[in-house]
């Protein structure tokens, strides 16, 4: 059984940074693209950023130049490092991870991110 753990989340002022984690763990062969998912209260989960096992990233345009994707694909690790957060970000983060073969889609718990003004 694979798991995804989060880690990282926490209460911010605008401005400021903070980093998460998402380690895979488990029955793992393979693990494709990892991503990072949030949803707002009241809105729908939206992408954040990916990244591809080759380190191909793509960003929402409403991070792009703020947030950096990267990945450890020896410990099964994606990480998400968020600058400048502005209250906007305040939402639930997700991690995503496509894995195995077949491929299957794996959700993590979510964490609790939360910009102040």
């Known amino acids: 059984q694979v798991q995804l753990v989060e880690s990282g989340g926490g209460l911010v002022q605008a401005g400021g940074s903070l980093r998460l984690s998402c380690a895979a763990s488990?029955?793992?062969?393979?693990?494709?693209?990892m991503g990072w998912y949030r949803q707002a209260p009241g809105k729908q989960r939206e992408l954040v950023a990916r990244?591809?096992?080759?380190?191909?990233?793509n960003y929402a345009d409403s991070v792009e130049g703020r947030f950096t994707i990267s990945r450890d694909n020896a410990t099964n690790t994606v990480y998400l490092q968020m600058n400048t957060l502005k209250p906007a970000d305040t939402a639930v983060y997700y991690c995503?991870?496509?894995?195995?073969?077949?491929?299957?889609?794996?959700w993590g718990q979510g964490t609790q991110v939360t910009v102040s003004s």
């Open positions: 488990g029955s793992i062969f393979s693990i494709n693209t």
């Open positions: 990244i591809t096992s080759g380190g191909n990233t």
């Open positions: 995503r991870a496509v894995i195995g073969i077949p491929s299957r889609l794996y």
